[in-house]
């Protein structure tokens, strides 16, 4: 019988800080089983990023609570969460690494054995046909979208049961992107990706969840989801996160 707890639940999650007039989440109730595939859209400055940064305690609610596999997410150890729920952020850095450190720096943290470590570095070097003139390499030295690949593998690599991905794809070409998901599909982990790239979303994500100004306002199967209700975009204002 399939695991019937959900990976995560959101009960009326609200998130607000001292110095913005307005919250960034208001009321959020959502539900994630294990293995969905959940694409968040809205335009900028609707709360995307907020709501991915709270799934790993990068923020914590102001109000409302969220689980994690039956467990209230406040009561997990926050290493062992991030372990678990691993966030890719939009901005690639390699914190003065080559590209090899730095994919394989996840891997030192949690002490996996380097016999381990090396396995698993040359099973995702595979995986992900990454060239290995970039192994080398560092920042400067790199594309915005090399630094974006890197940055994706090495979030892959931790082989987490969840992934938030934020604007996964913005430095990627069509190819590199297909191939992205492509590698995801294998891997059968929960997958919850902000994008504005809705034809990605379609093609990918098999749940669709429209915020705006903080709230959900339309969920749905991406097969049932209706496209017009998407707000069209605005200029974002000051404190905008996302």
């Not at 003139?133 to 920042?139: H, I």
């Not at 919850?192 to 709230?215: A, F, N, P, T």
Request: one cysteine or more; charged letters at 20%.
């Amino acid at each position: 019988m399939p695991n019937s707890v959900p990976m995560f639940e959101l009960e009326r999650v609200s998130l607000a800080l001292p110095r913005l007039a307005t919250p960034l989440l208001r009321e959020i109730s959502l539900t994630v089983q294990a293995g969905d595939r959940v694409g968040l859209i809205g335009i900028a400055g609707a709360g995307k990023t907020s709501l991915l940064r709270l799934l790993n305690r990068l923020n914590e609610p102001t109000s409302g609570s969220i689980a994690f596999q039956g467990q209230d997410i406040r009561n997990a150890n926050i290493y062992e969460l991030r372990r678990q729920v691993v966030l890719v952020a939009q901005e690639a850095k390699l914190l003065g690494m080559t590209v090899e450190q730095a994919i394989a720096y996840p891997l030192k943290l949690a002490q996996l054995p380097p016999e381990q470590i090396q396995l698993r570095l040359q099973d995702w070097l595979d995986r992900s046909q990454l060239p290995v003139d970039w192994l080398p390499r560092q920042d400067f030295q790199l594309s915005v979208g090399q630094r974006q690949w890197v940055s994706l593998l090495r979030g892959l690599i931790m082989q987490s049961p969840v992934l938030l991905l934020d604007e996964p794809t913005t430095g990627l070409d069509g190819d590199r992107a297909n191939q992205l998901f492509e590698v995801l599909k294998s891997t059968q982990q929960t997958v919850i990706m902000v994008s504005h790239q809705h034809d990605l979303i379609k093609q990918y994500c098999d749940r669709v969840v429209c915020l705006h100004r903080g709230e959900i306002i339309a969920q749905a199967s991406t097969a049932e989801f209706n496209w017009q209700q998407v707000p069209s975009a605005t200029q974002p204002s000051a404190d905008d996160w996302d």
